[in-house]
């Protein structure tokens, strides 16, 4: 089993940053690719970025040059460095772990794996 522990959300305003970090403990061999999602009240959980062991990476579209997200192998974690905020990331942000990251001709692909944070939240005001 893997565990994840998100932190890092708060209330920005627009044009803002804030960084989020998620940590992992317990069976963190097991992990290969760890990801960010987000949801919105009303909206489906969506991908907003994943990274690779090796470092390759997977942004959503809305979040290209704004967001960045990293990762430290040797101490089981995460980040998601997010800039230039807008309202519409307003969102409830949930750390991932446990999935895949393929790359294909058109790009790489994030891909969930089992294990989710309990999620933190994240409010931009305009």
């Known amino acids: 089993q893997v565990q994840l522990v998100e932190s890092g959300g708060g209330l920005v305003q627009a044009g803002g940053s804030l960084r989020l970090s998620c940590a992992a403990s317990?069976?963190?061999?097991?992990?290969?690719?760890m990801g960010w999602y987000r949801q919105a009240p009303g909206n489906q959980r969506d991908l907003v970025a994943g990274i690779s062991s090796d470092g390759s990476t997977n942004y959503a579209d809305s979040v290209k040059g704004r967001f960045t997200i990293s990762r430290d192998n040797g101490k089981n974690t995460v980040d998601l460095q997010m800039n230039s905020l807008k309202p519409e990331d307003t969102a409830v942000y949930y750390c991932?772990?446990?999935?895949?990251?393929?790359?294909?001709?058109?790009?790489?692909?994030?891909?969930?794996?089992?294990?989710w944070g309990q999620g933190t939240q994240v409010t931009v005001s305009s």
């Open positions: 991932n772990a446990g999935g895949s990251l393929r790359t294909f001709f058109t790009g790489n692909y994030y891909s969930p794996g089992h294990y």
């Open positions: 317990g069976s963190t061999f097991s992990i290969n690719a």
